[in-house]
C-alpha cells in the first residue's frame, strides 16, 4: 500500500491549479474531481493548509471569487500569491518597479511607488510578452542596472488541454540577454515556502506540499526541507516520474487521493 | 604570428543599421589596396545575403556576394545534411535563404532574429514542437546588439527562453561556435591557418574569444555594442582597437 513517507502530516502546501482545478483561457476552469470533498474532509480533521500558487494573471481577490464560483470556501488569505511575495520584498529593498505583468493583476501593486523604477517585475504577461516590451525590460536591467524580479520561474501550465509557456522562459530571456540572475518570488524559492510554513505555524517536517509541477512544486518544496507530493493531473506528464533531477516522496494519481492517505493514517 | 588575412564581423563593427561607421571606407580601401584576404563573418539573420548585400552597398560599401559568410546560409547547409524538416523562426526578408527546405510536419526547430516571431503565440508553438521531441537549431545565440535607437535584446535570449522551457539544447550554428569559425576560414582560402587570420568584432565574447577559441587572433573594436569593461570581463582579447581603420593600420603596417 502507497503510504507518506515520513512524520504525521500536520498541515498542507497546496497548489492550486493544476491540482484543484484544471485551467481554461474563457472560463473559470473546472474543479477537479474529488478536491472540493477533499478539502472539506481535511478541514473537518483538524489538518492545516495553505494555497502556494504562483498564479500571477488576476489579482488575489479575483482569483479567491473564482475558486468560490467553482465550489471551493477557502477564505481569501489562505491563499499565497507571488504578487504578495514580491511586493514583500520591494518594500523591504525600497525597490520601484516597472511591471510586465498580466493587466489584471497589476491593482494588487497599487500600493508601490512606480516613478523612475528601479526594479523590474515580470509576471505571467502573455499577450503582452511581445518583442518590444521584453526589449524595455531588457534596457532597464542591462542600462539602468534595475533589479530583476520573476513571479515564479514555471516553465509552462495546461489550459483548455494544451502546454502553454509561464514566466520562466521570458525571465530566462531577459537573466541571459543582461548577464542577471533574476530574484524569483514564489514557487520554486525557499523563501517562498518558508512563508508558507510560517503561515501554517508548523516545521518543514509537518507538511507536505502537493503539486503538479515536478521542478516548482516538488523540487522547489524538497529544497526547503518539505515531503513534495507529485499528482498525476494538471501540467503533469509522465515523463515527470523518472526526472533527472527530483525523486518526488509521493506520486499519487489526484489530490483526492492524497486526502485519503493522510486521513487513513488518523 | 603574422596576420594574412581578416574575417571582419559586420552589425557594429562596419554598419549600424543603414550606416557605415567612421573610418570603415578608409579601412577597406587599405585593406583591398595591399591584397589583404578579407571576408565579412556576420550572424545576422534577420534578413538574406541578398538583402543585406542591398543595404551595404546603398550604404556606400563596395562589396559582392562572395565577401559574405553568413551564419544563416550555414544553419541552411546543417538543416539540408541532417535532413531537418525545420519550423522557421526568421523574419520574411530571411527566408528566401532557406529556399527548398521542406518544412511540412516540422520535426525541428530554426531560430534566428525574428522579432516579429518573438511573441508568446509563436513561442508557445515552438515550445510545443521541443516538448514533444523536435530539435533546436540556433542561428547564433547573441545577447543583444545594437540598434539605430540603442541596445536591442538579441536571439540567444528567446534561445534560452525556448531551451529552458523544453529542458533541450540548441545546436547553435553561428559565432561562437568553433565549426562555424572553420567554415568560414575554409570559405575565405582554404590554405589559410587559422593562426594568421584575424577575426575582428564588436562582440567581446561571440566574435573575438570564440575566434581565439578556434584558434584564430581576435580583435574587440569599441564600436557597435561594445560596453566600456568589456575587454576585461570575460576573457583575453589578443587586440583590442578604437574602430575597424585602426585595426587595417594595423594589420597593414606588420606586413
Known amino acids: 500500500?502507497?503510504?507518506?513517507?515520513?512524520?504525521?502530516?500536520?498541515?498542507?502546501?497546496?497548489?492550486?491549479?493544476?491540482?484543484?482545478?484544471?485551467?481554461?483561457?474563457?472560463?473559470?476552469?473546472?474543479?477537479?474531481?474529488?478536491?472540493?470533498?477533499?478539502?472539506?474532509?481535511?478541514?473537518?480533521?483538524?489538518?492545516?493548509?495553505?494555497?502556494?500558487?504562483?498564479?500571477?494573471?488576476?489579482?488575489?481577490?479575483?482569483?479567491?471569487?473564482?475558486?468560490?464560483?467553482?465550489?471551493?470556501?477557502?477564505?481569501?488569505?489562505?491563499?499565497?500569491?507571488?504578487?504578495?511575495?514580491?511586493?514583500?520584498?520591494?518594500?523591504?529593498k525600497n525597490l520601484r518597479p516597472h511591471l510586465l505583468v498580466h493587466p489584471n493583476v497589476l491593482s494588487d501593486f497599487d500600493c508601490l511607488d512606480k516613478e523612475k523604477p528601479n526594479c523590474v517585475v515580470l509576471g505571467d504577461a502573455v499577450d503582452l510578452f511581445t518583442y518590444e516590451n521584453l526589449n524595455t525590460a531588457f534596457r532597464l536591467v542591462k542600462e539602468q542596472n534595475c533589479e530583476l524580479i520573476s513571479l515564479g520561474k514555471g516553465k509552462y501550465?495546461?489550459?483548455?488541454?494544451?502546454?502553454?509557456?509561464?514566466?520562466?522562459?521570458?525571465?530566462?530571456?531577459?537573466?541571459?540577454?543582461?548577464?542577471?540572475?533574476?530574484?524569483?518570488?514564489?514557487?520554486?524559492?525557499?523563501?517562498?515556502?518558508?512563508a508558507g510554513l510560517n503561515s501554517l505555524g508548523l516545521e518543514a517536517k509537518d507538511v507536505v506540499m502537493v503539486g503538479d509541477d515536478i521542478v516548482s512544486d516538488v523540487g522547489g518544496a524538497q529544497k526547503a526541507g518539505i515531503r513534495g507530493v507529485l499528482v498525476r493531473t494538471g501540467k503533469y506528464t509522465s515523463t515527470d516520474e523518472n526526472h533527472p533531477a527530483v525523486k518526488p516522496d509521493l506520486i499519487v494519481d489526484n489530490f483526492k487521493s492524497l486526502v485519503d492517505l493522510i486521513l487513513s493514517k488518523l | 604570428m603574422k596576420i594574412r588575412a581578416?574575417?571582419?564581423?559586420?552589425?557594429?563593427?562596419?554598419?549600424?543599421?543603414?550606416?557605415?561607421?567612421?573610418?570603415?571606407?578608409?579601412?577597406?580601401?587599405?585593406?583591398?589596396?595591399?591584397?589583404?584576404?578579407?571576408?565579412?563573418?556576420?550572424?545576422?539573420?534577420?534578413?538574406?545575403?541578398?538583402?543585406?548585400?542591398?543595404?551595404?552597398?546603398?550604404?556606400?560599401?563596395?562589396?559582392?556576394?562572395?565577401?559574405?559568410?553568413?551564419?544563416?546560409?550555414?544553419?541552411?547547409?546543417?538543416?539540408?545534411?541532417?535532413?531537418?524538416?525545420?519550423?522557421?523562426?526568421?523574419?520574411?526578408?530571411?527566408l528566401e535563404d532557406f529556399d527548398g527546405v521542406l518544412t511540412e510536419d516540422p520535426n525541428s526547430v530554426v531560430v534566428g532574429l525574428s522579432p516579429s516571431q518573438f511573441h508568446y503565440g509563436r513561442l508557445t508553438e515552438a515550445f510545443n514542437l521541443l516538448k514533444s521531441g523536435a530539435n533546436l537549431v540556433a542561428i547564433n545565440k547573441s545577447r543583444y546588439y545594437k540598434r539605430e535607437d540603442g541596445l536591442a535584446i538579441g536571439t540567444g535570449a528567446f534561445v534560452s527562453a525556448l531551451e529552458y522551457a523544453a529542458d533541450t539544447e540548441a545546436h547553435v550554428v553561428g559565432k561562437p561556435s568553433v565549426h562555424f569559425f572553420h567554415l568560414a576560414l575554409k570559405d575565405l582560402d582554404p590554405s589559410l591557418m587559422a593562426a594568421e587570420t584575424l577575426m575582428v568584432g564588436d562582440d567581446v565574447r561571440d566574435d573575438v574569444l570564440g575566434a581565439q577559441q578556434a584558434g584564430l587572433q581576435g580583435a574587440l573594436v569599441k564600436t557597435g555594442k561594445y560596453q566600456d569593461g568589456d575587454e576585461k570581463r570575460f576573457g583575453d582579447p589578443n587586440y583590442v582597437f578604437d574602430n575597424l581603420e585602426e585595426v587595417a593600420d594595423f594589420v597593414i603596417n606588420q606586413q
Open chain 2, 6 to 94: 581578416v574575417m571582419i564581423d559586420l552589425s557594429g563593427t562596419v554598419h549600424v543599421g543603414d550606416t557605415l561607421l567612421p573610418g570603415v571606407m578608409n579601412a577597406i580601401t587599405k585593406l583591398k589596396e595591399r591584397k589583404v584576404p578579407l571576408k565579412y563573418v556576420t550572424n545576422t539573420s534577420k534578413e538574406s545575403r541578398r538583402s543585406l548585400l542591398n543595404r551595404l552597398t546603398s550604404a556606400g560599401l563596395k562589396v559582392d556576394k562572395e565577401d559574405i559568410f553568413t551564419s544563416l546560409s550555414a544553419a541552411k547547409t546543417h538543416v539540408m545534411q541532417n535532413k531537418l524538416r525545420p519550423l522557421l523562426l526568421l523574419e520574411k526578408e530571411a
Open chain 1, 1 to 92: 500500500m502507497t503510504e507518506i513517507p515520513g512524520d504525521p502530516v500536520k498541515g498542507i502546501l497546496c497548489d492550486i491549479t493544476g491540482v484543484l482545478k484544471e485551467s481554461a483561457i474563457a472560463s473559470d476552469g473546472v474543479a477537479i474531481q474529488g478536491s472540493i470533498e477533499g478539502l472539506a474532509r481535511l478541514e473537518a480533521a483538524g489538518i492545516k493548509i495553505k494555497f502556494v500558487t504562483n498564479e500571477s494573471q488576476i489579482t488575489r481577490k479575483e482569483l479567491h471569487a473564482k475558486l468560490h464560483r467553482l465550489g471551493f470556501s477557502m477564505p481569501e488569505d489562505s491563499i499565497m500569491p507571488p504578487a504578495f511575495a514580491a511586493i514583500e520584498f520591494m518594500k523591504q
Open chain 1, 157 to 194: 501550465y495546461r489550459e483548455d488541454g494544451n502546454l502553454t509557456l509561464d514566466v520562466g522562459p521570458f525571465t530566462a530571456a531577459v537573466e541571459f540577454a543582461a548577464d542577471k540572475q533574476a530574484v524569483v518570488c514564489g514557487k520554486p524559492d525557499a523563501a517562498f515556502f518558508q
